[in-house]
């Protein structure tokens, strides 16, 4: 994986280990990762089909345990498939003696979205780069959610925070 930093952090280790394992199987092993750390993505199935420190690309079948009432892919599905990608491209550029909080999220849906749906969310050189330099910040996200007949339905915008993860000083 490239990176603009010499010590990746704890997660990009971790998704690093998996470069070994045979292409077929990277996407599975890697579910199997994330689904670990934020068991609510496993609920869902969320696949996690593409993790680098600059983008992160996530899909979501439209399957009926993340159907509305119209058969379309729900609203806060939506909201999980794009906070989701979001959160893990800070999560593979925060440093390990910090951790990402979800600050800010503002969501306009714009049409209806026909099947499946995936999200990518990428950072620039300079937001990677702000990221290891300090232990606090915050950083807004962009991320596209676009569905199976490529029309974005949802037009999102998301602000993490990172802070030191050690105890809180008064």
């Given at each position: 994986?490239?990176?603009?930093?010499n010590?990746?952090n704890?997660?990009?280790?971790?998704?690093?280990?998996?470069?070994?394992?045979p292409?077929?199987?990277?996407?599975?092993?890697?579910?199997?990762?994330?689904?670990?750390?934020?068991?609510?993505?496993?609920?869902?199935?969320?696949?996690?089909?593409?993790m680098t420190?600059?983008?992160?690309?996530?899909?979501?079948?439209n399957?009926?345990?993340?159907?509305?009432?119209?058969?379309?892919?729900h609203?806060s599905?939506?909201?999980l498939l794009?906070?989701t990608a979001?959160g893990?491209?800070?999560?593979?550029?925060v440093?390990?003696?910090?951790?990402?909080l979800?600050?800010e999220?503002?969501m306009?849906f714009?049409?209806r979205?026909?099947?499946?749906?995936?999200?990518?969310?990428?950072?620039s050189?300079?937001?990677?780069?702000?990221m290891?330099?300090?232990?606090?910040?915050?950083?807004?996200?962009?991320?596209?959610?676009?569905?199976e007949a490529?029309v974005?339905?949802?037009?999102?915008e998301?602000?993490?925070?990172?802070?030191?993860?050690?105890p809180?000083?008064?």
């Open positions: 994986m490239t990176t603009l930093h010590n990746p704890r997660l990009e280790r971790q998704l690093d280990r998996l470069s070994d394992l292409a077929f199987a990277r996407s599975f092993f890697r579910g199997v990762v994330m689904h670990r750390a934020v068991p609510f993505t496993g609920t869902a199935g969320l696949d996690f089909l593409l420190p600059a983008k992160v690309e996530i899909g979501l079948k399957e009926k345990k993340v159907q509305n009432h119209i058969g379309g892919i609203a599905a939506m909201n794009a906070e979001t893990m491209v800070v999560g593979m550029n440093r390990d003696d910090c951790i990402p979800a600050k999220l503002k306009a714009k049409k979205a026909t099947g499946s749906l995936r999200a990518v969310a990428t950072l050189d300079e937001q990677r780069a702000a290891q330099a300090s232990d606090k910040g915050e950083v807004t996200v962009a991320v596209t959610v676009t569905d490529g974005n339905p949802v037009e999102c998301f602000v993490w925070a990172w802070i030191p993860s050690g809180r000083k008064n």
